[in-house]
């Protein structure tokens, strides 16, 4: 994880995260003391990785870390007390947020965060596949209309269009979606 936001209103826990998250080669980490500065920063910055140790001066921490979660990628870890973390974890867990009992030790921090890498990893594949999935979708539907223009206006078949356009991308050395953007130009306008 490249960046992460550490929201703590103690010291030695900016200072336990701090030394953790060196150790797993985070480059670049911020400390926050409340949710509402946190909100704020997060405005403008996104972060791979935000760590709520809860409860914070302004509020628990746990609808922070459940907006964090539903609105992004990065991943987020909760720290609560070990009173309320079944609570606690049982909310927040269906958004996605890694929730972790207090007092903490480095061993289950570690895996805390090797799972939120992780977490981080699979939901960028996902997002990367789910971006060249809708790309194709709107390449299908460009190729789709410009084949209806050529029947209409040409009295093509269904199959002519669709070999006159794979044989002029061929041709052209280009994409199919470029000769329909092509057709669509000159027959649309």
Known sequence: MDSALIVSSTEKSIAFFTQMLS???CGQIATLPSCGEARRL???QDFDLVIINAPLPDEPGEALARQIAGGGVG???LVVRSEVFEEVSSVCEGDGVLTVAK???????????????????RLLRLRAENSRLTQKIEDIRVVDRAKCILISYLGMSEQEAHRYMEKQAMDLRTTRRAVAEGILKTYED
């Not at 007092?103 to 990893?121: D, E, M």
Request: glycine share 4%; hydrophobic share 60%; net charge positive.
């Open 42 to 44: 997060l405005l403008e």
């Open 75 to 77: 991943q987020v870890i």
């Open 23 to 25: 150790a797993a080669s």
């Open 103 to 121: 007092p903490v030790n480095r061993a289950v921090f570690w895996s805390a965060l090797k799972l939120a890498g992780a977490a981080q990893s």
